[in-house]
């Protein structure tokens, strides 16, 4: 399947997603397992629906692997940032990233509060609707923004932080620039489809991203935890590292 094509069905899902959504008028009931929410059930039955038959593999938050093994496989959130959904804080998001034997290749990322779509493929930038994006050239971490997940022992150095509550939005702010940097803190870790989508967006605006405890960033194990870093120069990323490590230590 062409770039082209790809990244057409990555965008009918949470075309899908949304129109799923409407259709439910309370967002607060609970899903089949803890922390999960009716909302997570609609919203992966719709990316399904657009997905199968298509010839791709599928890893899903909400339903897990389907179809293992093929050449390409979509790694989707249906809605990252679910508590913020059911308590209407406009912060979350519908994510997917097709990979293939190199990594990621495609990803949309659709903000489902206001509307605000990325996307990106390979080799081929990132972009927000029509405009492309670039990363802030912040390079060390007395003048950075930082996004967080979790919540570090201690100061990390940062100019200010934000801890808004879906991964996949904050790694596209870092590739806009609206963040500097973004990262797992504690001992909070994501799964593949929290980040992926996002890391490509980072990635190909010009950031750069890492796995704090050395693990490799691509995996397609539904039971897969990551520590993600990511942020827009090398500079950065860095100090970021040696910050978040130095405050685990001191956890401990």
Wanted: a negative charge.
């Amino acid at each position: 399947m062409r770039d082209d094509q790809l990244l057409r069905l990555c965008h009918e899902v949470p075309d899908a997603v949304a129109a799923s959504l409407a259709e439910i008028p309370d967002w607060r009931g609970g899903g089949d397992r803890p922390g999960q929410y009716g909302i997570d059930l609609v919203a992966d039955r719709a990316a399904l629906s657009v997905l199968e038959g298509t010839g791709l593999g599928v890893l899903s938050e909400e339903s897990g692997a389907r179809n293992a093994g093929t050449e390409l496989v979509a790694v989707v959130d249906p809605v990252d940032g679910s508590t913020n959904a059911s308590r209407g804080v406009p912060w979350f998001a519908c994510s997917i990233c097709v990979v293939d034997a190199a990594g990621p290749r495609v990803a949309v990322v659709a903000n489902l509060a206001t509307g605000a779509r990325y996307h990106a493929v390979r080799g081929q930038g990132a972009w927000r609707g029509e405009a492309r994006l670039h990363t802030s050239d912040t390079r060390a971490m007395q003048h950075a923004i930082v996004g967080l997940s979790g919540y570090p022992a201690r100061h990390l150095g940062w100019a200010q932080y934000r801890a808004f509550g879906a991964a996949s939005l904050e790694l596209c702010a870092v590739a806009e620039g609206s963040l500097d940097a973004f990262s797992s803190v504690g001992w909070a870790h994501l799964g593949p489809w929290d980040y992926l989508g996002g890391m490509l967006l980072c990635t190909e605006a010009g950031g750069c991203a890492t796995e704090l405890d050395g693990n490799d960033l691509l995996s397609l194990d539904h039971g897969a935890r990551r520590a993600v870093a990511a942020a827009a120069t090398m500079e950065l990323l860095g100090d970021l590292e040696r910050a978040v490590k130095a405050a685990r230590a001191h956890r401990t």
